[in-house]
């Protein structure tokens, strides 16, 4: 199973969330929905309270941060 190629559905505008990861066409931001997984929510239920998203943005959302995680550069 590849990974999902987050940049498709994430996007970074400075006028959209001062600039924070959204995703594309949303306000939603990537912190949102990984705060809600960290919080224990479904996929299921994270797409219940936002309808507009699927479950391709979710896993988006984990790839760009497993991304970030991997270019971070320890001292």
């Known amino acids: 199973m590849s990974q999902v190629d987050f ?3 994430i996007e970074v505008d400075p ?3 001062f600039g ?3 995703i594309k066409g949303t306000r939603i931001s ?3 929905v990984l705060q809600l997984l960290a919080s224990g929510l479904t996929h299921k239920e994270i797409i219940a309270d936002f309808p507009q998203l699927k ?3 979710i ?3 984990l790839a ?3 991304n970030k ?3 971070i550069k320890v001292a």
């Open 7 to 9: 940049k498709k559905f």
């Open 15 to 17: 006028e959209v969330r």
């Open 20 to 22: 924070k990861p959204v």
């Open 30 to 32: 990537v912190y949102d």
């Open 55 to 57: 479950d391709k943005h």
């Open 59 to 61: 896993l988006a959302c």
């Open 64 to 66: 760009y941060a497993a």
């Open 69 to 71: 995680e991997r270019i």
